[in-house]
């Protein structure tokens, strides 16, 4: 059973490393183990709670059943119509919960497997588990319908109510038959050892189906390319409804640990965590943002739709919004700042690194599907300068690198964006400093052909360089200051020291040394430190100096902040 541990005031999630038995079946569909007549009769099984062989079963539960219910009925050699369709009169029990303008009916049973609990603790003449369901029901249709601002489902208008049958799912939170007429919801009839158990796994269950009735308003074929934005949008909507329950929490690891999977991917679990993208356009460009990409899916694909909705409402188009979006899932876990990215970000699994390294001359040769992402930590212990070199033998158009860069003096970070990259200058890098590289491939498909799959490639490493440290040096600190630099081949360096008014007060040529290509360093050798003094000895007074280097490939000018 999963299980919420609390550390220091903050949650850490322990989950079912097992994939659940739809992920099973899926997988093995795509690895052309079984057919697809095999896969729909092993999901028709295990939706009506029938035994899988043993490779298919899993412990693990299932968020909803929406997709698989729809692909179901499509197939109409496997609809389970006897597991879930039972007529009103096999129930024990048939409530109308009268609202004002809306009615949900709910059908139960107080015996057999499918039992609610008895229990009545306020004494109404209505089970709680009964009375917290139909709470919830008209919670989420005034929420979404009349704050939020979506179509009223059709099942009111069809029969004047919403069907919801509450039936011992199992190991299933929910779903919604949108074949049924009326459109119906199915829920579980106790939500015990869930991971989000009880009341609050029945309330985020019925927000999270409620807004898949809503989603049949404006577009109905669940189509494979789209049908990842409707679980992503019906778990977005459970944190809206419920704020405090969290229940998505349980399913970020799948996306966090996995960013070079595709965005717009279906696979029964991944789905799930991409809720985390409503929650950034939430943020970035308001609530409404959501509703509105909804409306505009009446004619378009989904990432079509996002494009167009967030064009009409800002500057940015879908790819500028996935950009950011990939800095965003760097600031999670210890590295949130709630204010600027993700609200709950604190509570958020860090993103995988694809590699996480010391930075050094480095080449990195990956290919990314669409909308995907890799990201790469390179943390310095020294003082330099450095080139990223990105390539590709595709359309470099279709890529993005992000750098973000920390300063670990300041405890600031400096993000950079470049479009369809090509040779890139990280600069005055320290030591313990990190620079974060996340490459983007921003291509706008939903496709996940091998054929879509673009390499890219970039080289990192230090070029000549020079610098001198610790930047102010202070002269009372009873240490001297260090050069530091790095040739591109075999050179005798010197170095003149300048006031900023053009007066000369060092000339250093390092014992006329010929140094070899390579890194040199005032930490090591002792010959490559300077005291302060001018020429004749004197301790320099507090100012900027000016100095000028030259040597193989680092001719330029710097400058040294002098504190007495």
């Known amino acids: 059973m999963n299980k919420f541990f609390v550390l220091l005031g903050i949650p850490f999630l322990v989950l079912s490393q097992e994939p659940n038995s739809l992920v099973k079946i899926e997988t093995a569909l795509r690895n052309s183990q079984i057919t697809t007549s095999e ?3 092993l999901k028709s099984q295990w939706i009506e709670g029938r035994t899988l062989p043993s490779e298919y079963s899993s412990p693990t539960h299932v968020k909803c059943g ?46 057999g497997s499918d039992r609610i609990s008895s229990k009545d603790l306020d004494q109404n003449g209505i ?27 059709r099942s009111f208008v069809q029969t004047g109510y919403m069907p919801i049958r509450i039936l011992n799912l199992s190991t299933l939170y929910g779903f919604i038959d949108p074949d049924l007429v009326p459109v119906t919801i199915f829920i579980d009839n106790d939500y015990q050892d869930f991971p989000t158990a009880g009341y609050e796994g029945l309330k985020v269950t ?5 807004h898949h009735t809503i989603q049949i308003e404006y577009n109905s074929n669940f189509s494979d390319e789209d049908r990842w934005y409707y679980e992503v949008t019906s778990t977005w909507m459970e944190d809206v409804a419920y704020d405090d329950i969290n229940d998505y929490y349980f399913y970020l ?13 279906w696979d029964l679990s991944s789905e799930y965590a991409e809720c985390i993208f409503n929650h950034f356009l939430e943020k970035e460009y308001g609530r409404s943002i959501v509703r509105k990409i909804w409306e505009s899916m009446a004619n378009q694909n989904v990432l079509s739709a996002v494009n167009q ?7 940015d188009d879908a790819r500028d919004a996935f950009r950011k979006f990939l800095v965003w899932n760097y600031f999670t876990k210890n590295r949130a700042v709630p204010a600027d990215y993700y609200p709950e970000g604190a509570f958020y699994p860090r993103i995988r690194f694809s590699s996480n390294q010391f930075l050094s001359d480095t080449t990195v040769s990956q290919q990314l599907y669409p909308m995907s992402s890799n990201y790469f930590n390179f943390y310095s212990k020294s003082y330099d300068n450095y080139d990223l070199n990105f390539s590709t033998p595709g359309n470099p158009s279709l890529f993005d690198v992000m750098v973000i860069q920390y300063n670990a003096t300041t405890g600031k970070r400096d993000i950079q964006t470049h479009h369809a990259p090509g040779a890139i200058k990280v600069s005055n890098i320290n030591g313990q400093d990190s620079v974060v590289i996340i490459v983007a491939n921003t291509n706008l498909s939903s496709s996940s052909s091998s054929a879509n799959r673009i390499k890219y490639a970039f080289e990192i490493g230090a070029k000549s360089s020079f610098n001198s440290y610790p930047s102010p040096y202070f002269l009372n600190s009873g240490q001297d200051l260090k050069w530091r630099f790095r040739l591109s081949s075999d050179s005798k360096v010197q170095v003149s020291i300048y006031t900023v008014s053009g007066k000369l007060v060092k000339h250093e040529n390092f014992g006329n040394i010929l140094f070899s290509q390579g890194v040199h360093d005032g930490l090591t050798d002792n010959n490559l430190r300077w005291n302060g003094r001018d020429s004749d000895g004197n ?12 040597g193989a490939g680092i001719k330029g000018l710097g400058k040294i902040a002098i504190v007495r």
């Open 253 to 265: 690891s799948a996306y966090f640990n996995n960013p070079q999977h595709q965005l717009t991917v």
């Open 309 to 315: 909705t967030i064009r009409d409402n800002s500057s």
């Open 127 to 153: 089970p709680d588990y009964l009375d917290e369901a139909i709470k919830s029901a008209e919670y989420s249709y005034r929420l979404e319908v009349d704050t939020l601002g979506y179509k009223q489902p």
């Open 39 to 41: 896969a729909m009769r």
């Open 206 to 210: 019925i927000a999270h189906e409620f």
């Open 66 to 111: 929406t997709a698989v219910i729809h692909d179901l009925n499509k197939s109409n050699q496997f609809a389970p119509k006897t597991f879930y369709q039972k007529t009103d009169r096999e129930y024990n029990h048939t409530f109308l919960s009268k609202g004002d303008t809306i009615t949900f009916r709910f059908m139960y049973d107080t015996s």
């Open 539 to 550: 301790l320099l007074p507090s100012g900027i100096y000016i100095y000028k280097v030259d």
